[in-house]
């Protein structure tokens, strides 16, 4: 069993800054992507960012040259810097993470959500 357990989130004025942080426990051999996705009210999950094992990122459109994904391997951790925000930032934050366990098969775990609101 795997858990994700996040943090960080909360109520910031726009122009200011967060960092959200994804800690994953339990059965793991190895993680592949990691990644965070948001959910405002009325909307459907989208993705926000994610980053490979070896590094590689990708940004939706609406955040890129603000956020900054980035992992730790060893630690099983993957983190949001969230800059610049804005109110249309606000949402609920999860991240999601490809585990390996011992036995090399592979599965996608989610955090349980961090609420991110930003003010005018």
């Known amino acids: 069993q795997v858990q994700l357990v996040e943090s960080g989130g909360g109520l910031v004025q726009a122009g200011g800054s967060l960092r959200l942080s994804c800690a994953a426990s339990?059965?793991?051999?190895?993680?592949?992507?990691m990644g965070w996705y948001r959910q405002a009210p009325g909307k459907q999950r989208e993705l926000v960012a994610r980053i490979t094992s070896g590094g590689s990122t990708n940004y939706a459109d609406s955040v890129k040259g603000r956020f900054t994904i980035s992992r730790d391997n060893a630690k099983n951790t993957v983190d949001l810097q969230m800059n610049s925000l804005k109110p249309e930032d606000t949402a609920v934050y999860y991240c999601?993470?490809?585990?390996?366990?011992?036995?090399?098969?592979?599965?996608?775990?989610w955090g349980q959500g961090t609420q991110v609101t930003v003010s005018s």
């Open positions: 339990g059965s793991i051999f190895s993680t592949d992507a």
């Open positions: 999601n993470i490809d585990v390996r366990n011992q036995y090399r098969r592979s599965n996608v775990y």
